[in-house]
């Protein structure tokens, strides 16, 4: 019986399968423009060998040994790709990608901001597998890597080569902390972009970050919520000249008061207090995090009113110079108006002006009306 001839097929160069994919990225290319074009079938080689000298039987046929094929991809290794939550090393995918150049391009803090922010409007999913428009993979390192206009998308593995290591002091609008376990890269390893620090304690920070359900921005406390100590603050070594437009300007003073979104019209009162679960009482958390209220929101501001939002509001009418009704942590329209334009003073880092607390007592000795946010259904306070 003679040993069976296998013709080798030739598939197209820009063919995106898993297999060939491997392939590319693993074999020199050949003459014929496929990598897979190099390799020799031994077993026609043998069936050749066989029919010249005439032998009774074929000389069997003999291949390198190769690793266990990945279940459910044909062609590739078993093990061969990173064990990351992020994804492997990728060029960007869909019409959009370009090919990647040696040298990172340049870009500015404020492209940085913008960029990111564009994400976080767009509530882009979290995938570990999916691809954004633009080409992004859609988890913390695409994400990442889209920010920093990065020419492939990246993980936490490599994010590193293209910044260079800074100290926590020296953090601006547009750096990353990351942290990347290279023992075990699906526990814990992440990557936000620093958006501005929240106070001049420097415990709290805007965060931008793809993580689940979508990409957000949230006031985080320094480094991050879990393993801390193992963050690494980074610089885009592309970074030119240019501002952020994010939370403080780096090139202000560090007491400059951080800017805010476009002005959103006051939505009543109705949105606030007791029972309220908006998306006015997170963007109310957020504008009061970045003006210091940072410690009120040990786990970030969220939909849902909290004792955590009236402190909050409470602290910030406070360091305006307001007693009474109008500092009863109910954000009315004058509260509101100060907050969207960034006026007003921010909260005292010494927590003096923004204390929590019963009302100053009055010259006879009774503590002053708290306010009717205080008594309304659901609430629960030492007022009632």
Not at 121 to 140: H, L, T
Not at 277 to 306: C, D, F, H, I
Not at 318 to 330: C, I, K, N, T
Not at 342 to 359: L, M, S
């Amino acid at each position: 019986m003679e040993t069976p001839v296998f013709e080798e097929i030739d598939p197209a160069s820009d063919c995106d399968c898993p297999g060939c994919v491997h392939w590319r990225r693993v074999l020199p290319r050949s003459t014929g423009g496929h990598p897979a074009a190099t390799r020799v079938v031994i077993v026609a080689a043998a069936a050749a060998a066989s029919t010249a000298f005439g032998t009774a039987h074929a000389a069997p046929a003999f291949a390198a040994p190769q690793a266990p094929a990945r279940p459910g991809v044909p062609g590739v290794p078993a093990g061969d790709e990173p064990d990351t939550p992020q994804g492997r090393r990728a060029p960007l995918h869909g019409p959009g990608g370009r090919p990647v150049v040696a040298k990172a391009p340049t870009t500015t803090r404020a492209d940085i901001i913008s960029r990111a922010k564009q994400w976080i409007a767009a509530k882009v999913p979290y995938s570990m597998s999916d691809y954004w428009s633009d080409g992004y993979r859609q988890d913390c390192s695409g994400f990442v890597s889209m920010a920093w206009n990065l020419p492939g998308n990246e993980w936490t593995g490599s994010l590193g080569q293209y910044g260079i290591k800074i100290a926590k002091d020296d953090l601006q609008p547009g750096d990353i902390l990351l942290f990347h376990n290279p023992d075990n890269p699906e526990q814990g390893s992440h990557v936000v972009i620093f958006g501005g620090w929240t106070d001049d304690t420097r415990t709290y920070y805007v965060a931008y970050e793809e993580t689940r359900p979508h990409a957000r921005e949230l006031a985080t406390p320094y480094a991050y919520w879990s393993n801390s100590d193992r963050y690494v603050p980074y610089r885009y070594k592309g970074l030119t000249g240019g501002t952020a437009g994010a939370v403080a300007d780096p090139a202000e003073p560090d007491n400059a008061k951080p800017r805010t979104p476009d002005p959103t019209p006051y939505p009543g009162s109705a949105y606030f207090g007791p029972g309220a679960n908006n998306k006015y009482v997170t963007q109310l958390g957020r504008m009061l995090a970045a003006r210091g209220a940072g410690r009120y929101y040990p786990s970030g501001p969220g939909p849902r009113w909290t004792d955590a939002d009236r402190r909050a509001t409470r602290a910030f009418q406070q360091a305006q110079g307001w007693r009474g009704e109008d500092a009863d942590g109910l954000p009315r329209a004058r509260t509101w108006k100060l907050l969207v334009t960034g006026g007003g003073k921010d909260i005292g880092a010494d927590g003096r002006t923004g204390a929590a607390g019963p009302p100053v007592p009055s010259s006879h000795g009774v503590h002053g009306y708290p306010g009717r946010a205080m008594f309304r259904p659901g609430a629960t306070n030492e007022y009632v």
